[in-house]
């Protein structure tokens, strides 16, 4: 007689806040689906978890990734990294734009046990290059993108735009107002990252709609939302309450404590936690969605707002609702975590220091049912090297490894 389950996770416990779910329950999965959800479920299964002492959340869902890896600056592999972290669903922000978005659907989107889904850069070229995209106008073909999003509707959920000196070097606004454009003409939300300026953030917020994401939210560059008094902008509030949706995306020169700190101080908690993972960030001190949500488990989050904002919140950003949930019926992606006590040391971009007494560790990641296999990374490409400051985390370019170098 077959099983009645593939898989049982047995004895954690489930915090699911989309679900109203924070307490010890099995989870059982069949044919990639969750079948059921409640204590001590009855009947057997081809696999059993157990999780006793354990935390099992829905698979966590990273709103501000780089996966174009081998075409792009910025490109990591994501299935290593979903492996020993639990973020089973990723949306690649803007890596591709219209020249190469055929190529990433093949090799990235299709060849991933994980799920990845796209923010289309208005820029035809994407982030092949570190930066610079907007500099050059002509990459800005809003006609040309508009024909990629009709023909892959399935896999871009959006539209992404970097604004700041670098990227848009001497060109101004005029790269955002042609993304709001292509963001209108196909009913998608519009991706918006913040840095340096100019651009000013005054330049940038009349362009902003209910349902765009403001990522880099708590950057400490000159585009910061919060002033150096611990003042949040007005008029992002306002858009915020309107539906505006406030991302982390940390990367590896986008999250500031003395930002993330006055925000929370004025009682302004993000909407998504996200990693901005990418051939530096992952070095660190980015490093992982868990790691990434460590740092606002102490910086005062409760587990369980941290939680959301890692799996049904950017479930929803992405109009992706049936991610982000442990529901009868929703897919099977599953992480599972031990919540460790210790002294940990945590970094913003800037290397300042905030000391924590808590620290999620992923100790299993499901996707559709089946647990991920963990693989080692692939050395970085020889162009990976963190800055001064960054030192420390830096880790064994892919050069250098060819060379037999440590």
């Known amino acids: 007689m077959a099983p009645t389950y593939d898989m049982l996770i047995r004895g954690g416990t489930v915090i699911d806040p989309a679900s109203g779910l924070s307490g010890r329950q099995d989870v059982a999965i069949r044919d990639g689906l969750i079948a059921a959800v409640g204590p001590n479920l009855a009947g057997d299964a081809a696999q059993v978890v157990d999780a006793s002492g354990q935390i099992v959340t829905a698979g966590l869902i990273d709103l501000h990734t780089h996966v174009w890896w081998g075409a792009t600056f910025w490109g990591i592999e994501p299935d290593p990294v979903a492996a020993r972290s639990g973020a089973t669903t990723w949306l690649d922000v803007g890596s591709?734009?219209?020249?190469?978005?055929?190529?990433?659907?093949?090799?990235?989107?299709?060849?991933?046990?994980?799920?990845?889904?796209?923010?289309?850069?208005?820029?035809?070229i994407g982030l092949i290059a570190p930066t610079w995209e907007f500099s050059n106008i002509d990459y800005c073909d809003v006609d040309l993108a508009e024909t990629m999003v009709e023909h892959n509707r399935d896999v871009i959920l959006g539209i992404k735009a970097r604004i700041d000196s670098r990227t848009t070097r001497g060109v101004g606004i005029r790269p955002l107002a042609m993304a709001r454009e292509l963001a209108d003409r196909v009913g998608l939300p519009l991706m918006v990252h913040i840095g340096g300026g100019p651009p000013s953030l005054s330049e940038v917020i009349p362009l902003l709609?209910?349902?765009?994401?403001?990522?880099?939210?708590?950057?400490?560059q000159d585009m910061k939302i919060v002033d150096d008094a611990g003042v949040p902008n007005p008029a992002i509030l306002e858009l915020r309450d309107k539906?505006?949706?406030?991302?982390?995306?940390?990367?590896?020169?986008?999250?500031?404590?003395t930002s993330a700190e006055a925000m929370l101080a004025a009682g302004i908690l993000p909407d998504v936690i996200s990693t901005d993972l990418h051939q530096l960030a992952v070095q660190g001190p980015a490093?992982?969605?868990?790691?990434?949500?460590?740092?606002f488990l102490n910086l005062g989050l409760s587990l369980e707002d941290v939680i959301e904002r890692s799996t049904s919140r950017p479930a929803d950003a992405m109009g992706k609702s049936d991610l982000g949930r442990i529901a009868p019926g929703s897919p099977a992606d599953v992480a599972i975590f031990t919540l460790d006590e210790g002294d940990w040391v945590f970094h913003d971009v800037h290397m300042n220091e905030r000391r924590g007494s808590q620290r999620l560790h992923n100790t299993l990641t499901i996707v559709n049912g089946a647990p991920m296999?963990?693989?080692e990374e692939r050395p970085l490409h020889p162009w990976a090297v963190l800055n001064d400051v960054q030192s420390p985390y830096q880790k064994p370019l892919a050069y250098a490894a060819k060379k037999g170098h440590p």
Do not use: W
């Open 287 to 295: 490093i992982d969605m868990p790691t990434t949500m460590s740092k």
């Open 243 to 257: 539906g505006l949706i406030l991302d982390i995306g940390h990367g590896a020169g986008s999250f500031s404590y």
């Open 209 to 220: 709609r209910p349902g765009d994401i403001l990522t880099h939210c708590f950057t400490g």
């Open 96 to 124: 591709a734009g219209a020249y190469s978005f055929p190529g990433f659907r093949e090799f990235i989107v299709e060849r991933s046990q994980t799920r990845i889904y796209s923010l289309l850069n208005l820029s035809a």
């Open 373 to 375: 296999e963990r693989v």
